[in-house]
């Protein structure tokens, strides 16, 4: 994270560098990027920005004289490729997991600090004082992420490795690493050749998107008394029904279907099995 930059409509954009090299979080990895990731980081977050998805941005993209090592299909066959640097933008750059490290490594303090940084800074509908701020956001949070991951099935957009540090707090696409566009629909379309497994396939995203709101809601209990606890596990539950509702309105509207009938959802899954035998 470099900065922040709010421009002439009043936005604010935190600015990032992706492939600059390493810095305190990079692990084991060379904090580089190469070029032909970083071309489709940028051509991705752009489409998927004008297709109506909340995304990051890509605000440019140099290319490095540093060369970097990588093993593109996992299989060993190490090779020298261009290095790269984009330069891109969100609203936040928080994930699921900067509160999850938190209340796993017990910095209880800090979580509520940065928690309430979010909130304030983010969720302006949230009043700093109301004493169920935190499962406010939580309720919001969980909204947004059935609504982003419907949004994604809609145009039949697979992330690739939807772990909890790929999970943004304000619901936005982050971290373009091995996503790709299904050309026919499949469910068990996966675009990652790592994820051998296949427990990021298109079909789980879904479900996946769920389990990683329950890591949140594990990571703000120690911040929940008894009674929000319990309504915090009955929003959860909703998140399934949330998700199966705005999905169903996304198809509809591609199929031109007003008002409602009960044979809707019945010619959507249809349509996507007669797609599946094609």
């Known amino acids: 994270l470099v ?9 604010r954009w935190e600015l990032q560098l992706k492939g600059s090299g390493k810095t305190p979080y990079s692990r084991n990895g060379d904090g580089r990027a190469v070029l032909r990731s ?4 940028f051509l991705c977050s752009e489409a998927m920005h004008y297709l109506g998805i909340p995304t990051s941005r890509a605000a440019s ?16 066959n190490i090779k020298k490729e261009r290095g ?54 939580f309720s919001t949070v969980v909204s947004e992420t059935a609504n982003l991951i419907s949004l994604w099935m809609s145009v039949g957009f697979a992330h690739g490795v939807c772990n909890t540090d ?5 619901s936005i696409t982050i971290d373009y690493g091995p996503f790709g566009f299904m050309d026919s629909y499949d469910p068990n379309f996966v675009p990652n050749t790592s ?37 915090a596990s009955q929003i959860l539950k909703g998140y399934g ?3 199966y509702s705005c999905f169903t309105e996304l198809f509809k509207t591609k199929l031109g279907l007003l ?19 094609c």
């Not at 900065?3 to 936005?11: A, Q």
């Not at 790929?166 to 304000?170: A, D, E, H, K, P």
């Not at 899954?269 to 035998?277: G, I, R, T």
């Open 166 to 170: 790929n999970f943004s707090l304000l």
């Open 38 to 41: 970083s071309v489709r980081e």
């Open 84 to 137: 790269a640097i984009v330069l891109r933008l969100a609203k936040s750059w928080f994930r699921i997991g900067s509160l999850e490290i938190l209340a796993h490594s017990g910095e209880l303090d800090l979580l509520r600090k940065l928690l309430d940084f979010i909130i304030q800074e983010h969720f302006p509908s949230i009043a700093m004082k109301d004493p169920n701020r935190y499962l406010a956001f």
């Open 259 to 277: 008002g409602e009938n009960e044979n809707d959802n019945y010619l959507i899954a249809f349509l996507l099995k007669v797609s599946l035998l």
């Open 195 to 231: 994820d051998d497994e296949r427990r990021y396939k298109i079909g789980n995203q879904a479900s996946v998107g769920q389990f990683n709101l329950s890591k949140l809601l594990q990571a703000l209990k120690p911040l929940l008394d008894p009674r929000q606890k319990q309504l």
């Open 241 to 243: 029904e949330h998700y």
């Open 3 to 11: 900065g922040v930059y709010t421009n002439r409509c009043g936005e």
């Open 61 to 76: 993209l140099v290319v490095s004289d540093d060369d970097v090592w990588r093993d593109q299909f996992y299989n060993g």
